[in-house]
C-alpha cells in the first residue's frame, strides 16, 4: 500500500484510540502522605472535602510531633479516630478511637507491641488516596481499610490471621488534648455502639457523639469504668472504654455517623449518609468528590513530581475547614447550645491568622460558594456570641494567634460582591471585633501602636490590626460609610508608629515613644514578647497594604531592595534563639510560617521582578517536594499548601482585599482555571521559541494578556475573574 494511503487508513484509527483512552484522574496525583514527616502535621486518612470525619490513624498524642495525631516516623498505633486537625501546631481532637483487636479484652494502650492494644505496622503495607486509607497491623494480621463520607466514617477490618478471636475496642478516653470532662459508650443492641465524649484542652469545650453500626453481631461486650475493667456484660454509669467480641471469618465492617447534637443525631447521620451501601461504593463516591473539588484547575507540568507536590498542595487546601451541621440542619453551637441552621451547612477550624493570607482568596477565586457558606458560619456565631472567629476550632475560640483576621475574609468577599450574605451585619461584625477592647486593641487605639509590655506582641500585633483596619476602610468605602472609611484608613497607617528608621526595622516602643532596649532583629519571639513566632526581620515587611509608603521609609526602591537582599542573606548565629515554627529558612527568611510569605514577591517594588521571580522558584524547589517530608513546616490548615498553588501559577495574593495578583514566576506549563460564572482563565509558558519550559526557565522575557503585550508586575484579579489567557514567555537568564 502507498504511504500516504496507508497513514490516511491509520490515523483516523490511532485518533479514536486516542479519544477512547481514558482521562487521567486528578487524585491520582494526590499523596495524602506528604507532609506526615518533619513538621507538616498532616495526617494520611480518609475523609471527603470540608467533611465532619476524617477515620485516620493515631501514632502518638499530646505533643509537637503528633498535633495531627500521626507521625510517619512511627511504626507503631493506637487504632483510628474519627476527627483531626490538619496541619496545626497544637494538638487536639483525635476523638473517639476505633481500634481492631484480637483475644482477651486489653484497655490499656500500652508503650508498645505486647503491652496493650498498640499494635506494630509495616509502612510499605500503607495505601493513601483522597477518601480512602488502609494499613495492615502485623501483630494480629488485621488490615484495616477506611473512607468516608460527609458525617460518617466507614471501615472494614479483615482478621487474616489463624484462629483468631476478632474483637473491636472503643477507647473514649483516647484524645489529643488534655482530658475529659465527660464521657460514655455501651453497646446498645447486638450490632450498634454509641456515645460520647466531652474534652478540654486546646479547645475548650468540645464534644462529638457518635453511632456505629456492625456488620456482624456481637458475641459478648465488657466494659470499663473508674479506671478498671467490668465483669463481661455488667453495665457501669459511665463506661470510658467498650471491647466487643465480633465473631466473624468475613470482614468487618463498622459504620460510624457522628454529630456535635446527640447519639440520635449521629444515628440518623449514618442512616441517612451510608444507608446499605458497600465500601467500595462510599469509597469512590469519597473519590468522586474529591476529583470534582480539584477539577477548577487543570494544571499540566513538565514533571509527574511537580504535578504530585500541585495536586497534594489543593487538596490540604480543602481538608478543612470542617461542617458542623447534621443531615437535618441541627449543630451544637458557639454557645454551646442546640440549634438548627437557618443558612444550611455551617463550618468550624479557621485557622485565620494562616488562611487569610492565600488559602480564602484561592476559595473565592475556585469555589466562592464555599467560602461564603465559611462566611455565613461565622456571621452564625457573631450572632450566638457576639465575635468573628480569630482561630477557632471546634466552634471554640482559642485566642491562640493574633489579628482580627476574619475580617480580610469578609472583606474580600464585599469588595468582590459575592452576595449570600447580609453586608450590614457582616460589617457590625467586623467593626465590632476591630474595636473590642480585648487583645490590645484599646492602647492601638489610644497610642497608635500597642507599646510594650501592656500586651505581648505588641509589634505584631500593630502591624497586623493595621492591615486588617485597612481592609474595614476599603468595605466601609464601599458601602458608603465615607467618615468610618476615613477613621479606619488612619488607622490603617498605624504600621508607621513602630518603625525605627536608625535600625531600619519594626520595633517595640513603650508608652513614651522611647524605643524598647536592648533590640537584637535575630531574637525569635514565641508567644509572650514583642513579636509572635517570629523576629523583627521576619516582621518588618508586613504591610501588605501600603507597600509604596514601606519602600519609602526604607529610602527608596534601591535601598529597599538591598534590605530585602539582607535579610535573604543574614544568617542566625548559635546563641539566637529559634522556636518550632520558624522553619524553611533562607538567611532570615522563614517560608515554614506565615508572616514571611509574602515577602519573596517584595521584590516587584524594589523595581527588581528578576529577584522575585528568582526567590519564588527557589523557595518553590527547596521547600517542597513529594517526600513524605515535603512540607517545609505546618501546613496551618493549608496555607502552606496554597501558597504552592498559587505561586505555580505564576501569582500571588500578597494584600487581600486589593483586587491584585503579584507577578512571581510559573511552573506550570498549562493551566486553566473554570470560573464560576462558567468562563475560563487560562494561563500558558513558553520558551522564546516557542517550546515548552524546562526546569531553568524560572525568569519571566514577557507576558501577553488575551493576546495583548502586558508588563506590569501584578494582574487585577478582576482580569481572571472575567475570563481569558496569560501567556508567559520564559528563559534560564533574566533581563533588566
Known amino acids: 500500500m502507498h504511504a500516504a494511503r496507508r497513514w490516511g487508513v491509520l490515523l483516523p484509527v490511532l485518533f479514536l484510540l486516542a479519544a477512547c483512552q481514558p482521562k487521567p484522574k486528578l487524585v491520582d496525583a494526590v499523596n495524602p502522605l506528604i507532609g506526615t514527616a518533619f513538621n507538616g502535621h498532616t495526617f494520611p486518612g480518609a475523609t471527603v472535602p470540608f467533611g465532619m470525619v476524617s477515620p485516620s490513624p493515631d501514632t502518638g498524642l499530646n505533643d509537637w510531633q503528633h498535633c495531627a495525631g500521626y507521625h510517619h516516623d512511627d511504626n507503631t498505633l493506637l487504632g483510628f479516630s474519627q476527627t483531626h486537625m490538619s496541619g496545626t501546631g497544637a494538638p487536639d481532637m483525635c476523638d473517639l478511637l476505633l481500634t481492631?483487636?484480637?483475644?482477651?479484652?486489653?484497655?490499656?494502650?500500652?508503650?508498645?507491641?505486647?503491652?496493650?492494644?498498640?499494635?506494630?505496622f509495616d509502612h510499605n503495607s500503607e495505601a493513601a488516596r483522597p477518601g480512602y486509607y488502609a494499613v495492615t497491623l502485623d501483630e494480629n494480621v488485621?488490615?484495616?481499610?477506611?473512607?468516608?463520607?460527609?458525617?460518617?466514617?466507614?471501615?472494614?477490618?479483615?482478621?487474616?490471621?489463624?484462629?483468631?478471636?476478632?474483637?473491636?475496642?472503643?477507647?473514649?478516653?483516647?484524645?489529643?488534648?488534655?482530658?475529659?470532662?465527660e464521657a460514655d459508650v455501651r453497646c446498645t443492641d447486638g450490632r450498634h455502639i454509641e456515645g460520647f465524649r466531652r474534652s478540654y484542652g486546646f479547645i475548650s469545650n468540645h464534644v462529638l457523639y457518635f453511632c456505629a453500626e456492625l456488620s456482624e453481631p456481637v458475641a459478648f461486650w465488657t466494659g470499663y469504668a473508674d479506671g478498671q475493667a467490668l465483669e463481661p456484660g455488667v453495665a457501669a454509669e459511665r463506661m470510658t472504654k467498650l471491647h466487643v467480641a465480633v465473631p466473624t471469618e468475613k470482614p468487618l465492617l463498622v459504620r460510624i455517623g457522628v454529630s456535635t447534637v446527640s447519639c440520635e443525631a449521629a444515628r440518623a447521620n449514618l442512616f441517612a449518609e451510608l444507608g446499605d451501601k458497600s465500601f467500595g461504593?462510599?469509597?469512590?463516591?469519597?473519590?468522586?468528590?474529591?476529583?470534582?473539588?480539584?477539577?477548577?484547575?487543570?494544571?499540566?507540568?513538565?514533571?509527574?513530581?511537580?504535578?504530585?507536590?500541585?495536586y497534594t498542595s489543593l487538596?490540604?487546601?480543602?481538608?478543612?475547614?470542617?461542617?458542623?451541621?447534621?443531615?437535618?440542619?441541627g449543630y451544637r453551637g458557639w454557645d454551646k447550645e442546640v440549634h438548627h441552621s437557618p443558612a444550611g451547612a455551617l463550618y468550624t477550624?479557621?485557622?485565620?491568622?494562616?488562611?487569610y493570607r492565600a488559602v480564602h482568596p484561592l476559595y473565592n477565586l475556585i469555589c466562592p460558594d464555599r467560602n461564603v457558606a465559611f462566611i455565613r458560619s461565622m456571621l452564625e456565631r457573631y450572632r450566638q456570641i457576639g465575635m468573628l472567629p480569630i482561630n477557632?476550632?471546634?466552634?471554640?475560640?482559642?485566642?491562640?494567634?493574633?489579628?482580627?483576621?476574619?475580617?480580610?475574609?469578609?472583606?474580600?468577599?464585599?469588595?468582590?460582591?459575592?452576595?449570600?450574605?447580609?453586608?450590614?451585619?457582616?460589617?457590625?461584625?467586623?467593626?465590632?471585633?476591630?474595636?473590642?477592647?480585648?487583645?490590645?486593641?484599646?492602647?492601638?487605639?489610644?497610642?497608635?501602636?500597642?507599646?510594650?509590655?501592656?500586651?505581648?506582641?505588641?509589634?505584631?500585633?500593630?502591624?497586623?490590626?493595621?492591615?486588617?483596619?485597612?481592609?474595614?476602610?476599603?468595605?466601609?468605602?464601599?458601602?458608603?460609610?465615607?467618615?468610618?472609611?476615613?477613621?479606619?484608613?488612619?488607622?490603617?497607617g498605624n504600621y508607621a508608629n513602630v518603625f525605627d528608621p536608625s535600625v531600619g526595622f519594626m520595633r517595640a516602643r513603650r508608652e513614651d515613644g522611647s524605643w524598647k532596649e536592648p533590640f537584637n532583629p535575630l531574637q525569635t519571639a514565641a508567644h509572650d514578647q514583642d513579636f509572635i513566632e517570629g523576629n523583627a526581620w521576619q516582621y518588618t515587611f508586613y504591610v501588605p497594604h501600603d507597600r509604596a509608603r514601606m519602600v519609602e521609609l526604607y529610602g527608596g526602591p534601591a535601598a529597599f531592595g538591598a534590605k530585602?537582599?539582607?535579610?535573604?542573606?543574614?544568617?542566625?548565629?548559635?546563641?539566637?534563639?529559634?522556636?518550632?515554627?520558624?522553619?524553611?529558612?533562607?538567611?532570615?527568611?522563614a517560608h515554614g510560617n506565615e508572616p514571611c510569605h509574602h515577602v519573596a514577591y517584595l521584590y516587584n517594588d524594589a523595581g527588581q521582578p528578576w529577584k522575585t521571580q528568582e526567590m519564588v522558584a527557589r523557595i518553590k524547589k527547596e521547600m517542597y517536594s513529594d517526600a513524605l517530608d515535603g512540607?517545609?513546616?505546618?501546613?496551618?490548615?493549608?496555607?502552606?499548601?496554597a501558597w504552592y498553588v498559587w505561586s505555580a501559577l505564576g501569582l500571588y495574593p500578597v494584600a487581600p482585599c486589593s483586587g491584585l495578583l503579584d507577578i512571581g514566576s510559573p511552573s506550570v506549563r498549562s493551566a486553566t482555571v473554570s470560573l464560576p460564572g462558567g468562563g475560563e482563565f487560562r494561563i500558558r509558558t513558553q520558551t522564546a521559541d516557542g517550546a515548552q519550559i524546562g526546569p531553568e526557565d524560572i525568569y519571566i522575557l514577557g507576558m501577553t494578556l488575551n493576546g495583548e503585550p502586558f508588563t506590569g508586575t501584578s494582574l487585577p484579579l478582576s482580569a481572571i475573574q472575567s475570563g481569558g489567557s496569560l501567556v508567559f514567555t520564559m528563559g534560564p537568564e533574566p533581563i533588566d
Not at 508503650?111 to 498498640?118: A, H, M, Q, V
Not at 484462629?163 to 482530658?179: A, I, K
Not at 487538596?315 to 440542619?329: F, R
Open 142 to 181: 488485621i488490615r484495616c481499610e477506611m473512607t468516608a463520607t460527609q458525617r460518617c466514617a466507614f471501615y472494614r477490618f479483615t482478621f487474616q490471621g489463624p484462629e483468631q478471636r476478632p474483637g473491636l475496642l472503643f477507647d473514649m478516653l483516647h484524645g489529643n488534648d488534655g482530658g475529659i470532662y
Open 281 to 310: 461504593e462510599v469509597a469512590r463516591e469519597a473519590a468522586a468528590q474529591w476529583e470534582a473539588a480539584l477539577s477548577p484547575i487543570q494544571a499540566t507540568f513538565a514533571t509527574e513530581k511537580e504535578a504530585r507536590i500541585f
Open 631 to 641: 512540607l517545609c513546616g505546618n501546613d496551618d490548615c493549608g496555607q502552606m499548601s
Open 315 to 329: 487538596y490540604h487546601t480543602m481538608v478543612v475547614p470542617n461542617l458542623i451541621t447534621d443531615v437535618d440542619g
Open 392 to 492: 477557632e476550632y471546634g466552634t471554640c475560640e482559642t485566642f491562640c494567634m493574633i489579628g482580627y483576621h476574619s475580617v480580610p475574609v469578609i472583606a474580600d468577599a464585599i469588595l468582590q460582591d459575592l452576595g449570600g450574605f447580609d453586608y450590614e451585619e457582616a460589617w457590625a461584625a467586623m467593626k465590632s471585633i476591630a474595636e473590642d477592647p480585648d487583645r490590645g486593641v484599646w492602647p492601638y487605639k489610644v497610642y497608635g501602636y500597642i507599646p510594650t509590655g501592656l500586651d505581648h506582641s505588641s509589634v505584631s500585633k500593630t502591624l497586623e490590626y493595621a492591615y486588617d483596619d485597612w481592609c474595614l476602610s476599603l468595605v466601609a468605602r464601599k458601602l458608603g460609610k465615607d467618615d468610618e472609611a476615613a477613621y479606619f484608613e488612619k488607622r490603617a
Open 564 to 589: 530585602l537582599d539582607e535579610m535573604f542573606a543574614t544568617e542566625l548565629t548559635a546563641d539566637d534563639i529559634v522556636v518550632p515554627d520558624i522553619t524553611g529558612l533562607i538567611g532570615q527568611y
Open 349 to 355: 477550624n479557621y485557622s485565620l491568622w494562616d488562611t
Open 100 to 120: 481492631p483487636v484480637t483475644g482477651d479484652p486489653v484497655f490499656e494502650p500500652g508503650n508498645g507491641p505486647g503491652e496493650g492494644y498498640r499494635a506494630h
